[in-house]
């Protein structure tokens, strides 16, 4: 059976246009936009937008005496986890490179481990992590505001996401913490998991082909251990199979060993 991918794609949030029609209307933009629009014209235009218009697709009511340029003090945590559409606004915005991006981060900042859990702001935490440059301060905070829920990120359906775009994005360094919560929870219990199995796979195949195989002494090992378990198992295979692919020939060599005289059972799978 031919392996499906299951890896988050940049394009993945394509998939969401369609609900996209009622992110505006008419009334937002009514000099210049159609009564329905797809996202990519949204997308479009937001990126050319005058600053008093695109407050306007915010819905961003200001006082006469405040500037244009002041950050959209009502976005909040709460507001964006109730709201798929406005969750979206803010996310097409924060794309758009107008200069809302670190407002933004440090208005959701304190609630950002809540964010990561949810089914769509979980695509904004993401984002952080492609408009902000490796170093950034504010970036830096994030990575640790993050650090302690790792072990709750793992098991979950929207924050797995975040992890493997942190794991995908983030200097091999800075990825201890990731690989230690992994060990500490259990290595095979993680790389059976139906979520965290993607995080596992994603970390393996990063520091392998980095070159970095030593890293992963501990999990490599505990990963060929349960060989035969991990290729029987409905999640766990997909990493079996990236080891057998890219792995060292010494680490290789180990799967086969601890495979070898198991080709019937792991057939009738």
């Not at 890896?7 to 936009?33: I, Y």
């Given at each position: 059976?031919?392996?499906?991918?299951?890896?988050?794609?940049?394009?993945?949030?394509?998939?969401?246009?369609?609900?996209?029609?009622?992110?505006?209307?008419?009334?937002?933009?009514?000099?210049?936009?159609?009564?329905?629009?797809?996202?990519?014209?949204?997308?479009?235009?937001?990126?050319?937008?005058?600053?008093?218009?695109?407050?306007?697709?915010?819905?961003?009511?200001?006082?006469?005496?405040?500037?244009?340029s002041?950050?959209?003090?009502?976005?909040?945590?709460?507001?964006?986890?109730?709201?798929?559409?406005?969750?979206?606004?803010?996310?097409?915005?924060?794309?758009?490179?107008?200069?809302?991006?670190?407002?933004?981060?440090?208005?959701?900042f304190?609630?950002?481990?809540?964010?990561?859990?949810?089914?769509?702001?979980?695509?904004?935490?993401?984002?952080?992590?492609?408009?902000?440059?490796?170093?950034?301060?504010?970036?830096?905070?994030?990575?640790?505001?993050?650090?302690?829920?790792?072990?709750?990120?793992?098991?979950?359906?929207?924050?797995?996401?975040?992890?493997?775009?942190?794991?995908?994005?983030?200097?091999?360094?800075?990825?201890?913490?990731?690989?230690r919560?992994?060990?500490?929870?259990?290595?095979?219990?993680?790389?059976?998991?139906?979520?965290?199995?993607?995080?596992?796979?994603?970390?393996?195949?990063?520091?392998?082909?980095?070159?970095?195989?030593?890293?992963?002494?501990?999990?490599?090992?505990?990963?060929?251990?349960?060989?035969?378990?991990?290729?029987?198992?409905?999640?766990?295979?997909?990493?079996?199979?990236?080891?057998?692919?890219?792995?060292?020939?010494?680490?290789?060599?180990?799967?086969?060993?601890?495979?070898?005289?198991?080709?019937?059972?792991?057939?009738?799978?």
């Open positions: 059976m031919p392996r499906q991918s299951r890896c988050l794609s940049e394009d993945a949030f394509s998939l969401h246009w369609a609900e996209f029609e009622q992110v505006v209307s008419a009334e937002d933009f009514p000099e210049c936009l159609p009564v329905h629009m797809s996202l990519q014209t949204f997308s479009d235009l937001v990126k050319d937008a005058r600053m008093e218009d695109l407050l306007k697709i915010l819905k961003i009511h200001k006082q006469p005496e405040q500037e244009a002041t950050p959209p003090s009502c976005y909040s945590s709460s507001r964006l986890m109730n709201d798929k559409v406005e969750c979206y606004r803010v996310i097409i915005v924060l794309r758009s490179g107008r200069p809302f991006a670190r407002d933004i981060l440090r208005m959701t304190r609630h950002a481990p809540e964010l990561a859990q949810s089914e769509w702001t979980c695509w904004l935490v993401q984002d952080f992590f492609n408009v902000f440059q490796l170093g950034d301060p504010d970036l830096n905070a994030l990575v640790h505001k993050l650090e302690p829920h790792i072990a709750e990120f793992l098991r979950s359906p929207h924050a797995n996401f975040v992890l493997r775009k942190m794991v995908a994005t983030l200097l091999p360094d800075m990825l201890d913490f990731i690989i919560t992994i060990e500490k929870e259990g290595v095979v219990k993680n790389a059976k998991h139906q979520y965290a199995s993607r995080v596992v796979e994603d970390v393996i195949v990063r520091f392998i082909k980095l070159g970095m195989e030593d890293r992963l002494a501990n999990v490599l090992d505990e990963i060929i251990g349960a060989a035969l378990e991990m290729s029987m198992d409905v999640h766990g295979n997909y990493i079996i199979q990236d080891m057998m692919t890219i792995c060292s020939t010494h680490h290789r060599g180990a799967i086969m060993k601890n495979l070898r005289g198991h080709w019937t059972q792991l057939a009738s799978r």
